[in-house]
Nanobody
């Protein structure tokens, strides 16, 4: 049973910072891509940032220069440092991982339960 558990959301004023964490647990052989997505009220889920096992990163244009994604492969954990937050960053943030798990070296995609980030103006 592979699970992703997020933490670090909360309420912050515009211009402030938050750091999200997501830890993967279970019978994991390897994790390829880990990422963060978000869904604002009334909108579709959208990509925020992704990072490969080799630390190649990709960001949505709306967060470039403000957010930084990183990972600790030894801990199967991905982080999202969010600076200069804006009210439009308010959303539920979801962690995602593409991984290989036992038994059977199966390919799996897993999502976390989401963590709410609220940015007040």
């Amino acid at each position: 049973q592979v699970q992703l558990v997020e933490s670090g959301g909360g309420l912050v004023q515009a211009g402030g910072s938050l750091r999200l964490s997501c830890a993967a647990s279970g019978s994991i052989v390897s994790i390829n891509v880990m990422g963060w997505y978000r869904q604002a009220p009334g909108k579709q889920r959208e990509l925020v940032a992704t990072i490969t096992s080799g630390s190649s990163t990709n960001y949505a244009d709306s967060v470039k220069g403000r957010f930084t994604i990183s990972r600790d492969n030894a801990k199967n954990t991905v982080y999202l440092q969010m600076n200069s937050l804006k009210p439009e960053d308010t959303a539920i943030y979801y962690c995602n991982a593409d991984l290989i798990a036992l038994p059977g070296y199966k390919y799996l995609e897993r999502w976390g339960q989401g963590t709410l980030v609220t940015v007040s103006s």
